[in-house]
């Protein structure tokens, strides 16, 4: 067994990768959420100028990669691969918006864990010593995705309470094998776990048990408790998804009731914001991560997060012909201090 | 600078990665097609006794999974990753496909590049320590592709003689740091080029631009020659598409007439088979791959592959919108002896 494998799904990076910029920009109800203060950019309203939703998503990501890499003081030829993905039919919104890079490019399906994905996929290739400086982006649309995947906004469609707002925002890091973090530590894949959820207004309840076994399998891999870190926090399971994920955990064993949150209840004031479950998108635990999470490592309010990235791999059409909806989970470790 | 990194866009895999086991399963045109002898299975008819087409696809790359990993002798638990990805909208052809597999995935986006994608990746994984066994997938149907990105089948709307037809099939591999070759002995990933082509009904033309930009970039970053290779192959660019690539190629130097193929031209014989300038979809350079050029490799015809898969990374929505199509090429290099 090659000796980064730790246990069954988790390998341990096992020379320090920082994170060494982010950034993030976001819809104007993301930007009057909790977080706002936490973001790049707050753009004036959803079509920024572009003629499609479409459009505007690819610009966000466009412009939010052009801040990472004005952040990070790395020159365009120091990086050696983008990993993007987004949830547009055929990962347009990446596609367009990186076509102009010039940088080697891997395309990334993970739902709403693209960005947990891609930081996996990217501290491996850094540890694995094919890269020194790796891009890990992605981003959502509210309007696009409500367009793709549910009813024409003109509808006006009523939402049930387990329905999630989807983020508008694209969020993404820089990977370096310089840096003086916070670094990625340990990085636990996801398999795919589907219990027969039917109902796509409640997703959370679709990727709870993936992201249950997720947390679960990091713990038992890795050898690390719950306590080993000060935050476990989940992409986009909304309301109902935390406590079923937290239950499914508890039962395994785990009690992480204390440390445990999700990007998706934090990104709105629900109340206030009538977004009723939370948030999600791939962009949810995006500029989570990009936006409040990396800066309160910095600060140190934070040294050691559990970063889950959850996803649904559904389609609108896998869901008109009667399927359930298959969940997956991604878990990165990432702490201020490498050991 | 990461020793294993050539040039700009290239890595050498430094320890011997070996394809261990591959499998096809193709649609009844396929099968009757010149490749048709290499395939592990051809189905009857498009539905395979499934209610839609997209669960046949499904079902195409769950059983050709089933084929791969028995014919590689391993145990379910010593595979650690899957890769994977499809032409399907959330790539559902793969998450359901693969979600009673219980084991690590990573799901892609990168069209009909989508098989050099997933072996890139999978083969620096392994050589960076982080798996020992993995499997690499993709699959397409005509019918699942043809409803997405065109007309309704039943339309029967006229094909323009540039148009390809989707291959049904999947194919994959099991990479593994155990084995007697062929080995995965470079990784070249490309970037996506756009030069403005609209028309999806001439696919090649789009792509032919990236998969010339990323033979180019191979042989700079790796320094070997045309003349290294006994068979240069692209995925999917058809009669159009090739041409186009060898002008391309050679505008900038590098003669690869004599010993350059593509998938695309050799899956269907396109004058009896009445498919035009030839295959496409992921599954086109998935067969190929896991049937005729891997066989042949273990028979000795080919000791050198330069075998470098094509996207086009467009939507329906995107083209309708007016946008060009973005192609991406990922080379890969598969070599009987590791040096």
């Known amino acids: 067994m090659p000796t980064k494998r730790k246990g069954k799904q988790t390998v341990k990076i096992d020379s320090p990768i920082s994170i060494i910029s982010t950034a993030s920009i976001v819809g104007p109800k993301e930007g009057q959420g909790p977080l706002g203060i936490y973001y790049d950019m707050v753009i004036e309203d959803e079509m920024w ?3 499609s939703w479409e459009k505007a998503e690819s610009k966000l990501m466009k412009e939010t990669l052009s801040k ?3 952040k990070s003081g790395k020159a365009l030829d120091e990086i050696n691969y983008i990993l993007a993905g987004d949830l547009l039919n055929q990962c347009t919104a990446s596609n367009f918006a990186l076509r102009e890079a010039g940088i080697s490019f891997f395309g990334l399906y993970g739902a709403c864990s693209t960005m947990a994905e891609s930081a996996s996929l990217g501290a491996m ?3 694995g010593g094919f890269a020194d400086n790796v891009v890990c982006i992605t981003s959502s649309h509210f309007c696009s995705a409500e367009k793709q995947f549910r009813f024409p906004l003109e509808l006006g469609s009523q939402r049930p309470p387990t329905a999630q707002w989807t983020v508008i925002g694209s969020g993404g890091v820089m990977l370096s094998n310089q840096g003086i973090g916070p670094y990625i530590t340990y990085v636990t894949t996801g398999k795919i ?3 027969g959820v039917k109902d796509s207004n409640n997703m959370g309840a679709a990727m709870a048990p993936a992201a249950a076994d997720t947390i679960v399998t990091h713990f038992k891999d890795s050898g690390l408790s719950p306590s080993d870190y000060d935050l476990i926090i989940t992409g986009d399971l909304g309301s ?10 508890s039962k395994q064993g785990y009690d992480i009731k204390s440390n445990y949150a999700d990007c998706g209840m934090m990104v709105y004031d629900s109340q206030k914001q009538d977004t009723h479950s939370g948030g999600s998108g791939c962009g949810c635990s995006a500029v989570t991560l990009a936006g409040y999470l990396y800066q309160e490592m910095k600060k140190g309010k934070y040294n050691n997060i559990l970063f889950v990235g959850t996803g649904a791999l559904l389609s609108s059409t896998s869901a008109q012909q ?3 909806i298959p969940g997956i989970a991604h878990a990165i470790s990432i702490q201020n201090k490498f050991e």
């Open 49 to 51: 100028g572009e003629k």
């Open 125 to 127: 290739l850094i540890n």
């Open 322 to 324: 009667g399927e359930s």
């Open 240 to 249: 109902f998804g935390k406590e079923l994920c937290e239950e499914l955990v």
């Open 193 to 195: 776990v589907d219990l």
């Open 68 to 70: 990472i890499i004005n």
